[in-house]
T-cell receptor, first 111, second 112 residues
Framework: QKEVEQDPGPLSVPEGAIVSLNCTYS??????FMWYRQYSRKGPELLMY????GNKEDGRFTAQVDKSSKYISLFIRDSQPSDSATYLC???????????FGAGTRLFVKA | DGGITQSPKYLFRKEGQNVTLSCEQN?????MYWYRQDPGQGLRLIYY???????QKGDIAEGYSVSREKKESFPLTVTSAQKNPTAFYLC???????????FGPGTRLTVL
């Protein structure tokens, strides 16, 4: 079993839809949870960074962490064609010095 | 303008040659990382360094070597021992090795 599981998609939605992206994990030691956006042939860009449980909102993006269920989510409101990219979840813990990445979900937002 | 730079953007290599990929950061971060990304796959850790003059093997270190002589620089050498080196290589840095990492634009290596 992988430490982090992420559905690779692809996920195709119409413009303006609410998008939900998810990851599950098995290591209860994880404390830091990140979401990255990666456009084709580019480096990943950090979108959201959350410590421990709870919600964090930044513009159209909301990150949720449920440590009891070992489940994290990224919601994108009013999705735009420019949101079309691969979204990677990632997680780590203090002293771990390594970050574990999900395989990424490819998202297509159709105009 | 702070960030991470990688060069070159594209690199072509003949079989049997060693090549070195450059990674520089001016974010004053202690930790630096090298990842390999293959089509449709996630990021696989090659090497990481928590501090100058120290580095550790990641999950797929065979056929690669690194050095960390300066805080801002973490070059990766892909040796001829690496059986399948064609891939997209990403360098990242982190303030303290925990939490978020910041990535460079990547180098696409193709072996001819």
């Amino acid at each position: 079993q992988k430490e982090v599981e992420q559905d690779p998609g692809p996920l195709s939605v119409p413009e303006g839809a609410i998008v939900s992206l998810n990851c599950t994990y098995s290591n209860s030691a994880f404390q830091y949870f990140m979401w990255y956006r990666q456009y084709s042939r580019k480096g990943p860009e950090l979108l959201m960074y959350t410590y421990s449980s709870g919600n964090k909102e930044d513009g159209r993006f909301t990150a949720q962490v449920d440590k009891s269920s070992k489940y994290i989510s990224l919601f994108i409101r009013d999705s735009q064609p420019s949101d079309s990219a691969t979204y990677l979840c990632a997680m780590s813990y203090t002293g771990g010095f390594k970050t574990i990445f999900g395989a990424g979900t490819r998202l297509f937002v159709k105009a | 303008d702070g960030g991470i730079t990688q060069s070159p953007k594209y690199l072509f290599r003949k079989e049997g040659q060693n090549v070195t990929l450059s990674c520089e950061q001016n974010l004053n971060h202690d930790a630096m990382y090298w990842y390999r990304q293959d089509p449709g796959q996630g990021l696989r850790l090659i090497y990481y360094s928590q501090i100058v003059n120290d580095f550790q093997k990641g999950d797929i270190a065979e056929g690669y070597s690194v050095s960390r002589e300066k805080k801002e620089s973490f070059p990766l050498t892909v040796t001829s021992a690496q059986k399948n080196p064609t891939a997209f290589y990403l360098c990242a840095s982190s303030p303290d090795g925990d939490g978020e990492q910041f990535f460079g634009p990547g180098t696409r290596l193709t072996v001819l």
